[in-house]
């Protein structure tokens, strides 16, 4: 069985507070085995990616520019698309499941595909933006879920590993 991949999404430009959820929701995710994926940017995704670095997890940034050395400086395996903002469907699209901190409509672009792609999506709610905006709501009536509104970066990781348990027998142990 592969490892599980979580996505995490948010905006390159964010407070402090952001920062800090976004790292310790990267260190939630090495420690608990699961593999980080994310724009492979700056703000949200090298807080995230410094934070799992920290304790030991792998990270995989999905650039939207052609160059590997624009990853930030905690992405182990950066893969350089080229795609600009249509790199946001393979960061999606990449997790098992997706968390969201703050974000502009570059997050919700990928809270969106997410969605549409039947990821489960916890929306950390004290890191503003979209992320707080969609939290609780279900973004169309495909779904009968809604985006889980995560009060801590240890409420929304372990929300997602235990929504891709129930829904694909996934053992994460």
Same mark, same amino acid.
Request: hydrophobic share 45%.
């Given at each position: ?100 901190? &703050?974000? %502009? *409509?570059?997050?919700?672009? +990928? ?6 792609? /039947?990821?489960?999506? @916890? $929306?950390?709610?004290?890191?503003? &933006?979209? %992320? *707080?905006?969609?939290?609780? +709501? ?6 009968? /879920?809604?985006?889980? @509104? $995560? ?23």
């Amino acid at each position: 069985m592969p490892r599980v991949m979580i996505s995490v999404i948010g905006g390159s430009e964010v407070d402090e507070m952001t920062l800090s959820l976004a790292e310790e929701t990267g260190a939630a995710i090495a420690r608990r085995g699961a593999v980080l994926v994310c724009g492979g940017l700056g703000g949200v995704m090298e807080a995230a990616c410094r934070g799992a670095k920290r304790e030991g997890g792998l990270t995989v940034g999905i650039l939207p520019t052609e160059y590997h050395e624009h990853a930030n400086p905690y992405v182990d395996i950066a893969i350089p698309t080229g795609l600009g903002y249509a790199r946001n469907f393979l960061v999606a699209r990449s997790g098992m499941g997706v968390i969201a901190l &703050g974000g %502009a *409509a570059g997050t919700l672009s +990928e809270m969106a595909i997410a969605w549409f792609s /039947d990821r489960p999506i @916890a $929306a950390i709610v004290p890191s503003g &933006g979209w %992320a *707080a905006r969609l939290a609780g +709501e279900r973004i169309d009536g495909r779904r009968p /879920d809604t985006v889980y @509104a $995560a009060k801590t970066a240890d409420d929304a990781v372990d929300y997602i590993l235990r929504t891709i348990r129930n829904r694909h027998g996934v053992d994460l142990s």
